[in-house]
């Protein structure tokens, strides 16, 4: 089976605000890759929600029992995707942070 790749809005931070904003459309989606090329210090943790509409039931994701986080310079790859929206928490307010989301789907 082919397979295509997505690019999903970016995630960012604005004002003095400790959480990005939250990319939904998820549904299907077998991989997830975060970038970030920024040289900042902080670490961002990575968040996630079973719900596709919600703006506070939002939980950390673990793998192995510790946090999955990211730092400056890495791609994140989180496969699979049993969630359906992502967003990242930061260690300290992190305005002008981008980081670019692309998923990977299954060719219809």
Sequence with gaps: MSQ???DFTDLTFTGTSTV???IAGMDDCEGLSIYWSSSTGTTMTVQIS???TSTS???LLQSAGSDVTITAGETLVISP???R???LLATAASTGSLFRVAGQFPSI
């Design 4 to 6: 295509n790749v997505k």
């Design 20 to 22: 990005s904003n939250a």
């Design 50 to 52: 079973l719900d596709p």
């Design 57 to 59: 039931a939002f939980g």
């Design 81 to 83: 995707c049993p969630f």
């Design 85 to 87: 929206q992502v967003r």
